[in-house]
């Protein structure tokens, strides 16, 4: 075969015979510095997007129903047994429409942050990103003159839970020791310190905080939501054993008042601080978010619940609700 080329002002012919065309090539095609998200899964197909739940441990990871239980239990604690008191601070009509708006925009914010938190784990190319981390990865990716707060960012919301939960904590522990001194007191008389009680309650608790792996601590919570699904129904036996009189209660309440309704719904409902543990540690992350999905089911249970307890027991009891309803119980009822 020949092949005729001209440059400049005389024909050059080169030859070239088959047998060349028959030779393979030695050359080397090297791509030193190359990104891209195309990644060919274990079938040869092409996969754009990174997927880290399928990088999560989802052989010893939480059930979807233990991922509810837990959950369930983060807001579902002795907030609900304040929701009279609420209400008196709101009013019947404003107390109702207020407990539904709160439960609305704690969703909210709860799906923001996981949804957030899953994309960026997609950007990141890592399996599971907690609260603090989200925050961090946030701003170090975000605005350019935001990107120097990205430590402070981690660090404030570390802190910020902290005090959250320890506050929390102590006002749990307080209540618990309270009511146990007046169960205990009510038939033995033992006139003990309540200081005593709270030694007592911290005993079992601290055992309790050193398990790490959440779905140790599933037996837990369910137990802990059967006794709160007990208490609510013992409740709900004495909020209507009597006539309830809807007259005398305001539809909406003061306005001075409406600031310490919103702050004991909020403390109430408030969870956010579980909501990350609890997702990363599904076997099946992909159920948390979604409709019906662990998120939507477990906080239309709560907003329900607190909207019932709070509603029926300020007509019950009405201006003489208290902190916590139980305290409007007939003392040494069976």
């Given at each position: 075969m020949r092949v005729g080329a001209v440059i400049g002002t005389g024909p050059i012919v080169v030859k070239m015979s088959l047998k060349d065309t028959k030779e393979k090539s030695t050359s080397v095609f090297t791509i030193t510095d190359f990104h891209s998200r195309t990644n060919l899964t274990e079938k040869g197909k092409l996969?754009?997007?990174?997927?880290?739940?399928?990088h999560r441990d989802q052989e010893s990871g939480t059930s979807t129903s233990g991922a509810l239980a837990?959950?369930?239990?983060?807001?579902?604690?002795?907030?609900?047994?304040?929701?009279p008191m609420?209400?008196?601070?709101a009013?019947?009509?404003?107390?109702?429409?207020?407990?539904?708006?709160?439960g609305f925009l704690c969703t909210y914010c709860v799906h923001m942050l996981v949804k957030t938190s899953q994309d960026m784990c997609r950007e990141l190319r890592v399996p599971a990103l907690g609260f603090a981390e989200t925050a961090e990865k946030v701003f170090e990716h975000g605005p350019i003159g935001l990107r120097k707060?990205?430590?402070f960012t981690r660090q404030f919301v570390d802190g910020s839970l902290m005090a959250t939960y320890y506050a929390a904590a102590c006002v749990y522990i307080v209540f618990i020791a309270t009511s146990f001194r007046d169960v205990i007191n009510c038939d033995l008389d033992l006139n003990w310190h309540v200081r005593f009680y709270i030694a007592l309650t911290l005993i079992?608790?601290?055992?309790?905080g050193q398990i790490r792996e959440l779905k140790w601590l599933v037996p837990f919570s369910a137990m802990a939501n059967v006794f709160i699904i007990v208490t609510f129904a013992i409740t709900l036996y004495y909020m209507f054993n009597e006539p309830l009189v809807f007259e005398d209660k305001p539809y909406v309440a003061k306005a001075t008042q409406l600031p310490l309704f919103f702050a004991t719904v909020i403390f109430a409902m408030e969870g956010i601080g579980v909501v990350m543990p609890v997702e990363n540690s599904m076997?099946?992350?992909?159920h948390f978010l979604g409709c019906p999905g662990v998120l939507n089911t477990a906080m239309m249970t709560v907003v329900a619940l607190y909207a019932i307890i709070g509603f029926f027991g300020y007509i019950r009891f009405g201006s003489e609700v208290r902190g916590s309803i139980t305290l409007n119980l007939p003392y040494g009822a069976p």
């Open positions: 996969s754009d997007e990174y997927d880290p739940f399928a837990h959950l369930l239990k983060s807001s579902l604690g002795t907030g609900i047994l304040a929701m609420a209400f008196l601070n009013g019947l009509v404003f107390g109702m429409i207020g407990t539904l708006v709160v707060y990205s430590k079992p608790c601290l055992f309790i076997k099946k992350p992909q």
